[in-house]
């Protein structure tokens, strides 16, 4: 499993034209699931990004978890992040989960960081969304599980 980590001010989902999700102060975690990822890696997954230590404090220093600071988060399925670009000009994604497992490792994965306390927004799997952010930072983080 890979996870891009944004710290935001604020996102959103949009699906259709419709604002499907939104979270304020918080961080957007873009999740891509390889076929060799489970239930334990969602769940070892979603206690890490609730325990990192991203936020900052009243010094400006990364000392706060998300639950110190009331930050929220919105996990966006994007398969494109498992994608083989070492050959070629077009990407593969044979490295990619397929649907039937990625769906319910990223339904694990939030049920997972609810399961600490966190707020959590979702795009919906599969869908076209159009997601936007608001750059705290901007403070990005590759976590590969």
Not at 95 to 120: F, N, S
């Amino acid at each position: 499993m890979r996870i891009v980590l944004q710290r935001v001010d604020r996102a959103a989902v949009r699906i259709d034209e419709e604002e499907t999700a939104r979270i304020s102060h918080g961080a957007v975690a873009l999740v891509g699931v390889e076929p060799g990822d489970g239930r334990s890696t969602a769940q070892r997954a979603a206690r890490r990004l609730a325990e990192l230590r991203i936020f900052p404090d009243q010094e400006g220093k990364m000392n706060l978890d998300a639950a110190s600071c009331g930050a929220e988060f919105l996990v966006v399925s994007q398969f494109t992040l498992v994608a083989d670009l070492s050959r070629g000009r077009r990407p593969s994604f044979a490295t990619a989960a397929g649907p039937e497992l990625a769906q319910p490792l990223i339904d694990e994965l939030v049920a997972a960081l609810r399961a600490t306390g966190a707020t959590v927004a979702t795009g919906e799997f599969g869908a076209h969304m159009e997601v936007s952010l608001v750059n705290d930072g901007p403070v990005t983080f590759v976590l590969d599980f």
